[in-house]
């Protein structure tokens, strides 16, 4: 193997790899750098900000406040907001996870042309608007809604139930918005497995769970952590349905944040939430990447 | 492969119930969403009486007719771009190690994790620094940025775990590497590719924040025009133009199925 | 496959760049609240100067002002509310326009023709004004009525309990509690905060939910007994819910107003200045109050008014609380701040 077959490989890697880099590059990251910057700025007395004063001041509100007589004291409504918003979107995750696996391994394993049309068939619904769903939604949930109706109509409840503006309102519409992005990649990830090692499983006398966990979700991991990644983290920044669903008594990071640009007219903090929100999920994947480059190797 | 699924042994029990429930647990909310649009009633939560009233409504409204092709046509274009450059890229990616790999996973993933509220007023004063003209053509660029990890992530999983050995030997077999990847790359990758497009596409069809932010002025989409209502109120108007985008998109899958079954 | 993709694609593009560049000829580019201006009044308008209006809308007037502020141009007229004008022309953002000199400024009354924030109209026009108050059902209210005081809201009586909804916003609640408990709304000092921090976390569990959305529907569905609601949308409920009621509390309650406004660098200056004339004219702004529900400033315009509007207390305020309304300002930094962790720490 020459140099130059080892520059072509990598030229070959920097042109496949280059123009989205270069796309988010050009359209994601300069915009965030400027971000970052406005950070660091004060905040403009009517909005925006002041553009060459300097403070850290964001950073430390996230944290701290300042008690009457200039101290700092340990603040940590913001922390409790994002620990809710982290709870949130990991229940999310785990009934996505729960429901969504099945649905793609049973995708799977329908003939061909009845798979491309179930992978149109879960995104169909989404060609419509998230709120007019979210309505729906709250049609079929409220007292005398049309579950509540039905469940006393056929003698289950008594009393009408109230599942409206409840953190199960807000699981079931997240669930709702988030399926597909968790069994589409799953789906992806297992539509190639090979029968052949599940049927030689069989053959070795497993039964059907211990052919499932030992051979098929293992082969289905890559699906399971993109599935994840496209569930959780967009769910950390939700804020319509839990707004619509859950009430609004309770605040999310997102509508923390978009207030920072609403009302608050508080740019360099909202930018400065985003930024530790940023950290947290990098300081995450980076942990999690370097815990299973030192465990065993999946081939690949 | 269609030989081994119809053996019995793979009819895993549970899967099909659980399945059915997912799709009726989809399609629920939708149903309701259909009736309601021919409600006469203005409010959703009082029933007076069928009526296409609405329909009427929303092909007279010029204005989220206008909406809704804008965000068809951001979402057609803002998918093929975004899965285009995300599939060389997962291709690139895919070639074993390198320097710079987790660098430039995280650049690839980032338009994931920044909040919405926060990229669209960055975007937005990126786009006037630069004299970038706020119009469709900056909602299209926005909304390429963020589909390209929607549809990255299904097709790294997709590739993750691919025998390489197939794509090795075709290209032993056939005589350049293009023929290799169209003859037995692409297809492939293809359930990847489909998927990581088609949640692109719904992504960016569902987009308010950014599209909002970095629209110009008569550039409005669906989203925008929607919840720029929700003050005074929903009407079943919305009902029946998101049920036309549904019967739409109908169209397009059944188009695509018959088209694939003459190909066959 | 992939080719029937290419040519949609190809025919798709090419539909976009015609469609781009058909737009030429004498346009307006209106930035507005949804649902704020009749579209059979535009139509008018449009035949009669032969100036195409597109309309684009928003939701608040923060994020209106966010967007403005980060540098978006393109529209001719924004319609801000008071409040936010003075922002506006304090930083800059406001064309000049000297609405004093066009021709049917003379149809303003008083004392909107000289508001506080801009005393010589150079740079906005009075479009609507309204006040924040209270709704409720009196039929599903014991005795009837509920006194006019901010105590029916934040301490409601038994029958309300669960079936009282708060804007969601934390201006208008916040304000609300402030004229309750007699403190200025644009206080700076924590100690107020806290006391407008307790109120509201006692009120807290027994609201139904915070929502600035559908609150019309909400209360003709008879979902809920009384709603924080703007007047004008007071006023839409009672068409269709004749036993709906509004309360002028007599604490205080907030007066705003929209304005039209020219974004500095507007494209259209000119146009933008006809349609402001335009609608100073009363039989013009007379159709717009029947179609939003909400009083206008022009003189002459309340012979065209709906009858409905004209009955009804939520629009046609009554003389005698007049004492009562309490114009919104631009609060300080400090004031913003204090004001966004009592919201925050409320809904942590």
Redesign the interface.
């Known amino acids: 193997m020459g140099g130059s077959a080892v520059t072509k490989q990598m030229l070959r890697r920097a042109s496949l790899i280059g123009p989205a880099l270069l796309f988010i590059g050009v359209f994601m990251l300069i915009p965030i750098g400027l971000m970052a910057y406005v950070s660091f700025l004060e905040r403009g007395e009517y909005g925006g900000v002041v553009w060459h004063a300097y403070t850290g001041e964001a950073y430390s509100n996230f944290l701290f406040e300042r008690d009457l007589d200039g101290s700092l004291l340990l603040n940590t409504d913001y922390l409790q907001i994002f620990s809710r918003s982290l709870g949130l979107a990991t229940v999310t995750w785990g009934l996505t996870l729960l429901l969504g696996f099945p649905t793609a391994l049973y995708m799977a394993l329908q003939p061909e042309r009845l798979r491309n049309l179930l992978i149109f068939l879960v995104t169909i619904p989404f060609w419509t608007n998230l709120l007019v769903r979210n309505y729906a939604w709250i049609l079929l949930l409220r007292n005398n809604g049309l579950i509540d109706g039905t469940l006393s109509h056929l003698g289950v409840t008594n009393e009408p139930i109230s599942l409206l503006y409840t953190p199960f309102a807000i699981g079931v519409g997240l669930m709702y918005s988030f399926l597909p992005f968790m069994v589409l990649p799953i789906y992806a990830s297992l539509e190639k497995v090979d029968l052949r090692l599940v049927e030689a499983a069989f053959d070795l006398g497993a039964n059907h769970l211990k052919a499932l966990v030992r051979v098929i979700i293992p082969l289905a991991r890559p699906g399971i952590m993109a599935g994840s990644i496209l569930v959780l983290i967009p769910c950390l920044g939700a804020y319509v349905t839990p707004e619509l669903l859950g009430g609004s008594k309770s605040m999310m990071i997102g509508n923390l944040i978009q207030t920072q640009f609403g009302a608050a007219r508080n740019w360099p903090f909202g930018a400065a939430l985003a930024f530790v929100l940023l950290a947290m999920v990098l300081i995450t994947m980076m942990i999690y990447t370097m815990r299973s480059k030192r465990g065993p190797e999946p081939a690949s | 492969?269609?030989r081994?699924?119809r053996?019995p042994?793979?009819?895993?029990?549970?899967?099909?119930p659980?399945?059915g429930?997912?799709?009726a647990?989809?399609?629920?909310?939708?149903f309701?969403?259909i009736a309601?649009s021919f409600n006469e009633n203005?409010?959703?939560?009082?029933w007076s009486g069928f009526s296409t009233h609405w329909y009427g409504v929303v092909l007279g409204n010029d204005?989220i007719l206008h909406a809704a092709q804008n965000s068809i046509?951001v979402a057609?274009?803002a998918a093929?771009t975004g899965t285009l450059?995300?599939t060389?890229?997962a291709?690139?990616?895919a070639?074993g190690r390198?320097r710079g790999q987790?660098g430039?996973t995280?650049?690839?993933?980032?338009?994931?994790?920044?909040?919405?509220?926060?990229?669209a007023?960055?975007?937005?004063?990126?786009?006037?620094?630069i004299g970038f003209?706020?119009?469709?053509l900056t909602v299209m660029?926005?909304h390429?940025?963020f589909c390209?990890p929607?549809a990255?992530?299904?097709?790294?999983?997709?590739l993750?775990?691919?025998d390489p050995a197939l794509a090795e030997a075709a290209a032993d077999l056939y005589a350049n590497e293009w023929q290799a990847f169209r003859r037995v790359t692409l297809p492939?990758l293809w359930?990847?590719i489909?998927?990581?497009g088609?949640?692109s596409?719904?992504i960016s069809?569902?987009d308010?924040?950014l599209t909002?932010?970095v629209?110009?002025?008569?550039a409005?989409t669906?989203?925008?025009?929607?919840?720029?209502?929700?003050?005074?109120?929903?009407t079943p108007e919305?009902?029946a133009?998101?049920?036309l985008?549904?019967a739409?998109?109908?169209l397009v899958?059944s188009l695509?199925?018959l088209?694939?079954?003459t190909?066959r | 496959m992939r080719r029937i993709i290419v040519i949609f694609a190809a025919i798709m593009t090419a539909s976009l760049w015609l469609g781009a560049a058909g737009a030429q000829g004498k346009e307006l580019y209106i930035y507005n609240w949804s649902n704020y201006l009749p579209p059979d009044t535009i139509k008018r308008f449009e035949e009669q100067t032969g100036i195409k209006v597109t309309l684009d809308v928003y939701d608040s007037n923060e994020t209106m002002l966010a967007k403005l502020q980060a540098g978006a141009t393109g529209y001719d007229i924004v319609v801000p509310s008071g409040y936010m004008v003075r922002t506006m022309i304090k930083q800059g953002m406001a064309e000049k326009i000297d609405v004093s000199e066009l021709a049917n400024f003379k149809n303003v009354m008083k004392p909107h023709d000289a508001p506080p924030f801009d005393s010589k109209s150079e740079y906005s026009a009075p479009y609507m004004w309204g006040t924040t108050g209270i709704t409720y059902d009196s039929a599903r209210v014991p005795g009837g009525k509920l006194d006019d005081t901010w105590k029916e809201f934040f301490e409601p009586q038994e029958a309300l309990k669960g079936q009282v909804v708060a804007l969601n916003d934390q201006v208008e609640v916040w304000n609300a509690a402030a004229y309750y408990l007699g403190l200025d709304k644009c206080t700076e000092s924590a100690e107020d905060g806290q006391k407008i921090l307790a109120l509201l976390e006692k009120q807290k569990p027994m609201l139904a939910m915070y929502q600035s959305s559908g609150t019309i529907d909400r209360m003709v569905a008879g979902e809920v007994i009384a709603h924080h609601q703007w007047n004008g949308a007071s006023h839409r409920v009672r068409a269709k819910l004749p036993t709906a009621r509004y309360v002028y509390p007599k604490e205080g309650i907030s007066l705003w107003g929209d304005h039209f406004v020219v974004p500095k660098g507007a494209p259209n200056v000119e146009n933008a200045k006809i349609f402001i004339n335009w609608m100073m004219d009363p039989k013009n702004i007379a159709e717009a109050s029947n179609f939003t529900g909400y009083m206008n400033a022009i003189s002459g315009s309340d012979k065209y008014l709906d009858d409905s509007l004209k009955s009804d207390p939520a629009v046609n305020m009554p003389a005698e609380y007049a004492a009562r309304l309490r114009p919104t300002k631009d609060c300080s930094k400090s004031s913003r701040e204090l004001r966004d962790k009592v919201w925050t720490r409320l809904k942590k």
Not at chain 2, 42 to 46: D, N, P, S, V
Not at chain 2, 106 to 119: G, K, N, Q, S
């Open positions: 492969m269609s081994l699924s053996n042994l793979m009819r895993f029990p549970g899967m099909a659980v399945a429930f997912a799709f647990f989809l399609y629920m909310p939708i309701v969403l309601l203005r409010i959703a939560t009082i204005d046509v057609v274009v093929l450059l995300a060389i890229a291709l690139g990616m070639r390198f987790t430039a995280a650049v690839l993933v980032l338009p994931l994790i920044v909040p919405e509220i926060v990229t007023v960055a975007t937005l004063l990126f786009f006037v620094l003209k706020l119009g469709l660029v926005a390429t940025v390209i929607f990255y992530l299904p097709i790294r999983a997709r993750d775990g691919m492939l359930p990847g489909l998927s990581g088609l949640l596409f719904i069809l569902d308010f924040v909002y932010f629209a110009g002025a008569g409005t669906l989203p925008v025009y929607i919840f720029g209502m929700i003050r005074i109120g929903v919305v009902n133009v998101s049920a985008m549904l739409v998109s109908i899958v695509s199925w088209i694939g079954r190909q």
